[in-house]
């Protein structure tokens, strides 16, 4: 049982531990997470601008440099990455 305990206590500190090196690391801001959050629920460059006052372009720009940042080749790998992270 002690083990099991050290364990997960353990696991819980490496993914915090992680989680912080990707924000600082990497500088996501509030906006990346919530580009990353509208992607996660499937929504389209179009309805992620109408829901953020932006062009459809502007935001395929914006999740551009998202995937930069985060090494992502493509939106969807970006919040695989997000997830592994505890991001999302």
């Known amino acids: 049982m002690l083990a099991r ?5 353990l696991h819980h500190w490496i993914a915090k531990s992680m989680r ?10 509030e906006a990346d997470l919530h580009l990353l959050r509208h992607e996660a629920a499937g929504h389209s460059s179009k309805v992620i601008g ?9 935001i395929d720009c ?18 695989r990455i997000a997830r592994l992270y505890g991001l999302l």
Do not use: I, W, Y
């Open 62 to 79: 914006r999740f551009q440099r998202l995937n930069a940042k985060l090494g992502a080749p493509d939106r969807r790998s970006a919040v």
């Open 50 to 58: 109408a829901a953020m006052n932006l062009e459809a372009k502007t």
């Open 20 to 29: 912080e090196e990707l924000l600082q690391g990497v500088h996501l801001t």
């Open 5 to 9: 305990a050290l364990a997960m206590e």
